[in-house]
Nanobody, 127 residues
Framework: QVQLVESGGGLVQAGDSLRLSCAASGRTFSSLAMGWFRQAPGKEREFVAA????????VYANSVKGRFTISRDNAKNTMYLQMNSLKAEETAVYYC????????????????????WGQGTQVTVSS
């Protein structure tokens, strides 16, 4: 079992930055590929970014490339999502997810690829 706890959400203005954290426990963190997803009201959960277990590989949704940065500190069992130049349409609940494989599979953007999920943290971007 893996427990994931997100933090760092809040209310910001468009153009601001925010850093989300995801603290993991229950498994060797470096053995887990990790991902960030988000879900806006009335919409499906969508992929944001993912990172391999050792942090060597990262992938991003086209909509966040160049503005968001995913990273991890395996010594702290924590993953991060640095979000810059936030837009109002990025208001959503942000979730972290764990894949019980160290490498990113080709299905990294699919929600059913992941084995554990956090409870989510709300990010609200006002225009």
């Amino acid at each position: 079992q893996v427990q994931l706890v997100e933090s760092g959400g809040g209310l910001v203005q468009a153009g601001d930055s925010l850093r989300l954290s995801c603290a993991a426990s229950g498994r060797t963190f470096s053995s887990l590929a990790m991902g960030w997803f988000r879900q806006a009201p009335g919409k499906e959960r969508e992929f944001v970014a993912a990172i391999s277990g050792r942090g060597v590989s990262t992938v991003y949704a086209n909509s966040v490339k160049g503005r968001f940065t995913i990273s991890r500190d395996n010594a702290k069992n924590t993953m991060y999502l640095q979000m810059n130049s936030l837009k109002a349409e990025e208001t959503a609940v942000y979730y972290c997810a764990a894949d019980f494989r160290v490498s990113l599979p080709s299905s990294y953007a699919r929600t059913d690829n992941y084995d554990a999920w956090g409870q989510g943290t709300q990010v609200t971007v006002s225009s």
